[in-house]
């Protein structure tokens, strides 16, 4: 599967952006899809996964409650709506997904978009 990651921008501090993470094949169904971050000096870290068929989420704690994923297997999409953003918020976003279930660790996920680039300013 490939994926294409869009959506980001620049948004002031309370504001809000919507990324999208479109994948190619029709049976992306099948992946459970993770979203991750990597800010500038910092390490990959996780943001948010939705598991496959069963819509079942899981969140960062830095992000909970701001932040949802969700999924529209018609059209093969994968969204993170993000709410209430922070400059802390900033860097590069990725998609990434696996077949089986949704998990945090980056090295478990073989495929991946580009990232897209979200700045928030204070």
């Known amino acids: 599967v490939q994926l294409q990651a869009s959506g980001g921008g620049l948004a002031q501090a309370g504001g809000s952006l919507r990324l999208s993470c479109a994948a190619s094949?029709?049976?992306?169904?099948?992946?459970?899809t993770g979203w991750f971050r990597q800010a500038p000096g910092k390490e990959r870290a996780f943001v948010a996964a939705?598991?496959?068929?069963?819509?079942?989420?899981t969140y960062a704690d830095s992000v909970k409650g701001r932040f949802a994923i969700s999924r529209d297997d018609a059209r093969n999409t994968v969204y993170l709506q993000m709410n209430s953003l922070q400059p802390e918020d900033t860097a590069v976003y990725y998609c990434a997904a696996r077949l089986g279930a949704a998990v945090y660790r980056s090295d478990l996920y073989p495929h991946w978009g580009q990232g897209t680039l979200v700045t928030v300013s204070s």
């Open positions: 094949g029709r049976t992306f169904s099948t992946y459970s």
């Open positions: 939705i598991n496959r068929n069963v819509d079942e989420t």
